[in-house]
């Protein structure tokens, strides 16, 4: 496989459950970033991992957790999400964290919560 | 605050040419990038511009004014599969991505 790819693409959960998406990216780039995207609203993001060091925390409800065990995969562990919380979770990577070049986007994960 | 404006929506027919304005205000400039995004599929890089003037790759060109602090993306010869969101972003001086909301692009034959 190439590019970035995430797991699993569509997700329907309830409220008190917990589940957790998956991001792996085979680019060898070395940032990894979660955002969410609405309908309408612009990205909104959420994580950045460099180096497998969390940077960013963008004011994000303790109900997500992140979670980065190397360069090449990046977990968002979801718990008592709010129907609010429904949105696509597009995980990206980009060679270096603050540098010119563009992200590398998955095709996103669709999550609904009931 | 920072904010990045382009229209919500355009149509256009096959064939014709289109293009999607970008307004911007933000803290400093490192880099203005165009994604375009088909439905149900990863955001996928188009254009780049840092320096003013237009940028040709096919039949997408993107173009830059940073004393505007104004982008398009002019595309020629349109395609039914160009039916697709264009989405903005700016890089700040922080090197923070900007995104505007997307404009959706309805091509019809």
């Known amino acids: 496989e190439t590019g970035v790819t995430q797991t699993p693409r569509h997700l329907v959960m309830g409220m008190t459950n917990k589940k957790s998406l998956k991001c792996e990216q085979h680019?060898?780039?070395?940032?990894m970033y979660w955002y969410k995207q609405s309908a309408k609203k612009p990205l909104e993001l959420m994580f950045v991992?460099?180096?497998?060091?969390?940077?960013e925390n963008n004011s994000v409800p303790s109900r997500f957790s992140p979670e980065c065990p190397n360069s090449s995969h990046l977990f968002l562990h979801l718990h008592t999400l709010q129907p609010e919380d429904s949105a696509l979770y597009l995980c990206?990577?980009?060679?270096?964290?603050?540098?010119?070049?563009?992200?590398?986007f998955g095709e996103g994960s669709r999550l609904t919560v009931l | 605050g920072q904010n990045i404006d382009q229209p919500t929506e355009m149509t256009a027919t096959e064939g014709a040419i289109v293009q999607i304005n970008c307004t911007y205000q933000?803290?400093?400039?490192?880099?203005l990038f165009w994604y375009q995004q088909h439905a149900g599929e990863a955001p996928t890089f188009l254009s780049y511009?840092?320096l003013d003037g237009l940028e040709e790759k096919g039949r997408f060109s993107s173009f830059l004014s940073r004393s505007k602090g104004y982008s398009y993306l002019l595309l020629k010869e349109l395609q039914m599969k160009d039916s697709a969101s264009y989405l903005c972003?700016?890089?700040?001086?922080?090197?923070?991505?900007?995104w505007g909301a997307g404009t959706k692009l309805i091509i019809k034959p």
């Open positions: 933000t803290s400093g400039f490192n880099g």
């Open positions: 990206a990577s980009s060679q270096v964290l603050g540098s010119a070049g563009e992200l590398f």
């Open positions: 972003a700016v890089r700040d001086r922080n090197y923070q991505l900007i």
């Open positions: 991992y460099n180096f497998k060091e969390q940077t």
């Open positions: 680019l060898g780039h070395n940032a």
């Open positions: 511009n840092v």
